[in-house]
């Protein structure tokens, strides 16, 4: 796994800088063909710094230090509004301001970056930048009366009768989405900066996941909200559920709440056991998400869910020892190594149909295709399986005994 992961950044180094207008193209296509002209999404830039950051803290190679350097640079010069302060929503193929909405999302997803690129440099602006996103979502995102936070705002900090974060998307003030990639930052920045009120934010995140955006009936997220959590729509992300259970034990387990982290745990326990149940295919991957509105499926096997998959099955098997888990993640990886990992030009396929043939006219760098699930995934993955490696053993000894 590991020599895949730097198989995927290999990719991005040779076909994802852009040379021309600096930082990185926008969008390039299956075969590695750049679209010149291609807006520049800020969560796209934000999850390069991020996962080049990452790399680099997880193999000390210095190649991916360089790409950190560079996806920080180009953020910060580029991507940062220095009249209202926070990230913009996206900037022309030549970095100028495109769209400067503050869509909560994308300032998660600048803390994500920004904290990651802190713990492989120390550059005290880089962790500056994030303490100041955390501060500007706390100031004008955070719902003092319902909790939680509502999920855009205008440039100038100011409502927005749109809100919506993609086209197929309700437009409520609340998603589930937002508030995943709102504590997945915040754990991060924990880690590096661990800021009593930022705890204090994080616990009532978790709690406002427990409380009102988990249905403990059924076992899924709900995903659209009004202010005062009333659901709206009728909807389960099978992608979400697993990355969403992993995500919230992390960041319970970082917080070092016993109580809360055992609370948490049974949940995400369930979380898991239900995505099984519903969203897993005779071929062992995930399908993305149903519409029980109108009983349609997505049975596209799409390159993040597959890889939050992994994750979310390492997890349980974690929390249980039960190697059933283990199983359901050797499955899905064999699914990726066969299916989605792209052997002729590279990185994986965005998704591959019900049949398992890839979606030739999906980019492979895009406004939300990214090195950021499918690096993370197989560094967690790795760095699970090294830290159980007594308990692997085991497991092996036992099973060539039987």
């Known amino acids: ?44 830039n934000a999850r390069i710094l ?30 940062w509004d220095n009249e209202f302060d926070g990230l913009y929503w996206s900037v022309t193929h030549d970095g100028k301001m495109l769209d400067g909405r503050k ?11 920004f904290s990651e690129y802190y713990k492989a440099t120390g550059n005290a602006e880089s962790l500056n930048f994030a303490i100041k996103l955390f501060n500007l979502i706390e100031e004008h995102s955070f719902d003092n009366e ?17 809100m919506r974060l993609s086209a197929k998307d309700a437009n409520e003030p609340k998603s589930m989405n937002t508030h995943l990639h709102i504590i997945e930052p915040y754990t991060n920045l924990y880690r590096v900066w661990p800021d009593q009120k930022l705890g204090v934010q994080m616990h009532g995140l978790i709690r406002v996941f427990l409380d009102h955006i988990i249905d403990t009936q059924t076992g899924h997220f709900k995903l659209f909200f009004e202010m005062d959590w009333k659901e709206k729509g009728n909807m389960v992300s099978y992608g979400h559920d697993i990355e969403g259970a992993w995500l919230l034990c992390e960041a319970a387990e970082v917080l070092g709440n016993k109580a809360l982290l055992k609370e948490v745990e049974a ?94 006219s ?34 092996v000894t036992l099973n060539n005994s039987q």
């Open 146 to 162: 319902y909790k939680g936070y509502i999920e855009a705002l205008s440039r100038s900090w100011q409502p927005l009768s749109d």
């Open 362 to 395: 999906d980019p492979k760098i895009g406004f939300w295709k990214c090195p950021y699930h499918n690096t993370r995934a197989l560094m967690e993955v790795a760095l699970r399986l090294r830290a159980n490696i007594d308990k692997l053993k085991q497991l």
């Open 267 to 360: 949940v995400a326990l369930k979380m898991t056991n239900v995505t099984i149940q519903e969203g897993l295919t005779p071929d062992g991957t995930l399908l993305y998400e149903k519409d029980f509105g109108n009983h349609h499926f997505d049975e596209d096997r799409h390159w993040w869910v597959q890889a939050e998959a992994m994750v979310g099955f390492i997890n349980a098997w974690q929390i249980t020892n039960d190697e059933m888990y283990l199983e359901k993640m050797a499955t899905v990886w064999n699914y990726i190594d066969n299916k989605l990992i792209d052997k002729k030009f590279g990185e994986w396929f965005l998704r591959t149909d019900r049949n398992g043939f890839p979606v030739f």
């Open 50 to 79: 991020w996962a080049f950051s990452m790399a680099y803290n997880f193999l000390k190679k210095e190649e991916y230090l360089q790409m950190a350097h560079r996806a920080y640079n180009y953020l910060k010069s580029h991507c």
């Open 1 to 44: 796994m590991v020599s895949e992961f730097e198989q995927i950044l290999k990719f991005w180094m040779e076909k994802g800088v852009d040379s021309k207008f600096g930082g990185f193209l926008g969008e390039v296509d299956l075969t590695g063909t750049p679209s010149i002209n291609a807006p520049k999404g800020v969560v796209l």
């Open 103 to 113: 869509q909560i999302y994308a300032q998660g997803f600048g803390i994500y970056g």
